[in-house]
């Protein structure tokens, strides 16, 4: 709703840019004429003008998205255009000129016709108003109509560019209701829309910049880069709609997934791990459930040059959509790396989508090292814009999809578990593929550390966000002051998954940061596993911490990422292990104390 409010904004102030003014006594010899038969048919007109280009431009445009790397360039090289359109008024003015010569033609043969009110007149007034509007409104449009070139023209597009001619439309009618008085009052504000118009010019050519040189996904990352992602991740959920799912959701029993709600939310659906999803076949019935959508859509790839459809063509491949701090995509990974190992000659590609979820997952650099650090060596797309996402419809971290040598999608599953049903289903179609595949399973497979299972027998306690977004259970008594630092207290007891600022902390919308240290978060859990998502600060200065289970040091129940005695270090941004009881599971009360400020807290996990 914002955006179309803003695009209907755009439309209205177009007016003031002084490319209009030479074309507005054609508007102003209208004003004293019946508005039904000369104003109303005038501003259809201009209407049909905007709407025929707009659609033609994203109808044929379609070919950006289908481009690869080079359709990226090719429309940051529009981008480009359409900034120095907006910064420099006299190069938008040789650009247009091809349609603002239609419009002066079309404006000559209505003015020689007749003076009389004729709705066909008035009509053909009105497409030469939309075309003599070019050297404004045409960079502004432009920048919407590549990216209905990007996406495939689409509802949320018609909708954005209805809503500028609409805009256009309503200052025009406001002229020819006031008529001349109008013309007055305008040119006083031509310098201050003039300065906006330049000022939105330079800032898209300095994003366009930014992205070519990957300063987008290098530098920002590390400064603020919590705020641009949030902004991006806005733009894309309003302005390129997700796709409607390429297959019907899966019963989640057996599994444990995050969820993706249409408003951009992550959510956790907890499920029985131990129900199990099927008896075993011998042969399994697997439909034909939609093609494999493009993978072309990736801003890079790891441990393989770009893959494509038609190199896939021949192979079974998997798709397994994750993001590396998510513990449930963690804990599918040994499975993943075997089956990729273990059928690699007979005919499989696993491709890990990583779509990221928080901001510094969008850093290649930290998608690197964790894929090293995690012994990720099968192909990686970093789908940093979700366009790989989108193209499937998809909405869960973990996801698998497998695609037959076809290119045919014949069995998915969200979240963990099924493990033993999705081999089947790999050597099922290895065999349809004339690739005998080995009868052994690999869901004996044991990950260790963050990969290990979970134990869902004593899971009572669920993802827990930290950023006000998404918070919920937080017990401080000090209410939250958003994205400003406040002193925080924790009472001297907590219920079951309820949890506490201690000191002075600055709450984002993602992640809660430590303004000034020491400072602490407690939390009241049932659980095997206890995991937290940390980040150092902006500087990426490491962050000492010490961790207490029952206000003692937990000794052998310490996770992975902590020594019996407690200590441990924030040293890059990713999932951290904190606790791994070794006796029975119970309620406990952990607490996490950092003596360095800086330190960025995400979200709980359990297992």
């Known amino acids: 709703m914002l955006f179309i409010f803003l695009a209907y904004l755009g439309g209205v102030l177009t007016i003031l840019s002084p490319c209009i003014l030479p074309m507005l006594p054609l508007v102003f010899s209208r004003a004293g004429q019946p508005f039904v038969r000369s104003g109303l048919p005038l501003l259809a007109g201009m209407a049909l003008t905007f709407a025929a280009v707009a659609s033609l431009a994203a109808v044929g445009g379609g070919w950006v998205a289908q481009a690869n790397q080079y359709g990226r360039w090719i429309a940051l090289a529009l981008f480009a255009v359409f900034g120095f359109a907006l910064l420099f008024p006299g190069f938008a003015e040789r650009l247009m000129r091809p349609l603002v010569g239609a419009g002066s033609r079309l404006a000559q043969f209505v003015h020689e016709d007749s003076a009389k009110p004729r709705v066909m007149t008035s009509v053909v ?50 002229a020819l209701l006031a008529g001349g008085r109008v013309l007055a009052a305008m040119k006083r504000s031509l310098d201050a829309g003039n300065r906006v118009r330049r000022a939105t010019g330079a800032a898209l050519l300095f994003g366009v910049a930014a992205i070519a040189t990957g300063f987008d996904t290098g530098t920002l990352a590390r400064v603020s880069v919590d705020v641009t992602a949030g902004i991006e991740e806005k733009l894309v959920e309003r302005l390129s709609p997700r796709a409607a799912p390429s297959v019907k959701p899966a019963e989640t029993s057996g599994s444990l997934a995050r ?60 798709v397994n959509f994750w993001t590396y701090s998510c513990i449930n995509c963690l804990r599918t990974l040994p499975y993943l790396k075997t089956w990729a190992k273990k059928y690699r000659d007979q005919g499989l590609v696993v491709i890990g989508v990583h779509a990221p979820e928080f901001a510094f997952e969008r850093n290649v650099g930290n998608v690197k090292q964790a894929a090293r650090d995690l012994g990720v060596d099968y192909p990686v ?21 497998v695609i ?8 998915h599953h969200f979240g963990e578990g099924a493990y033993d049903k999705s081999e089947r289903v790999v050597q099922q179609l290895l065999k349809e593929a004339g690739h005998p595949a080995s009868p052994a399973s690999a869901a004996s497979e044991k990950g260790s550390g963050t990969q290990a299972a979970s ?41 079951l998954n309820d949890w506490a600022l201690g000191g002075a902390w600055k709450v984002g919308a993602e992640q809660a940061q430590l303004a000034s240290g020491p400072g602490k978060i407690v ?27 029952d206000g003692a040091p937990p000794g052998p129940s310490h996770g992975t990422d902590v020594a019996a005695d407690g200590s441990g270090t924030v040293d890059s941004p990713r999932l951290y292990q904190l606790v791994r009881q070794s006796g029975p599971v119970r309620d406990r009360t952990f607490a996490i104390e950092f003596l360095d400020p800086g330190v960025n807290a995400y979200a709980f996990t359990f297992g």
């Open 381 to 401: 797309a970093i789908d940093n814009n979700y366009a790989i996402w989108r193209a499937f419809g998809n909405q869960y971290w973990p996801a698998f999809y």
């Open 404 to 411: 037959d040598a076809r290119g045919d999608i014949r069995y």
């Open 455 to 495: 134990d869902g027998r004593d899971l009572l306690s669920a993802e827990t966000y930290v950023g006000y977004k998404q918070a919920e259970g937080l017990a401080s008594p000090e209410r939250v002051l958003p994205d400003a630092p406040r002193t925080y207290s924790a009472p001297e007891s907590l219920a």
């Open 259 to 318: 969820s993706a709600t249409p408003d951009g939310f992550v959510k956790v659906s907890l499920t029985d791990l131990f129900t199990s999803s099927s008896a075993k076949p011998a042969e399994m019935k697997l439909p034909v459930e939609g093609k494999m959508p493009n993978v072309s859509g990736a801003v890079e790839w790891l441990n393989s040059p770009p893959l494509t459809n038609e190199q896939l063509r021949g192979k079974v491949v998997i």
């Open 125 to 174: 007034l009105g497409v030469a108003t939309g075309l003599l509007w070019a050297p404004c409104a045409g960079p502004i449009l432009g920048l919407v109509l590549t990216g209905a070139a990007l996406n495939g023209a689409n509802a949320g597009t018609t909708l954005l560019l209805l809503s500028y001619a609409t805009g256009a439309a309503t200052s025009l009618a406001v």
């Open 523 to 549: 939390y009241r859990f049932h659980a095997r596993d206890l995991h937290l998502v940390l980040g150092p600060g902006a500087d990426a200065k490491p962050v000492r911490f010490r961790v207490t289970i």
